[in-house]
């Protein structure tokens, strides 16, 4: 992450959100950690979060 990212998240306000479910390479999740497994090998992760309507 260079310095001009830093200071975009730094400056911005940001709030904690509840996950509804997490998709991580077509899979569902059973919680809202990553598996170690799902990863593997891999270059690319596509992650899908559904997040709570605030």
């Known amino acids: 992450m260079d310095s001009e990212n830093k200071s975009d998240i730094i400056d911005s ?3 904690e959100i509840k996950i509804n479910k ?3 390479n077509g899979k569902e999740q059973d919680s809202n950690i990553i598996d170690g ?4 090998n ?4 596509n992650v899908t979060v ?5």
């Open 13 to 15: 306000r940001y709030k």
């Open 22 to 24: 997490m998709i991580v």
């Open 37 to 40: 497994d799902d990863t593997k």
């Open 42 to 45: 891999i270059q690319e992760l």
């Open 50 to 54: 559904y997040t709570q309507n605030q």
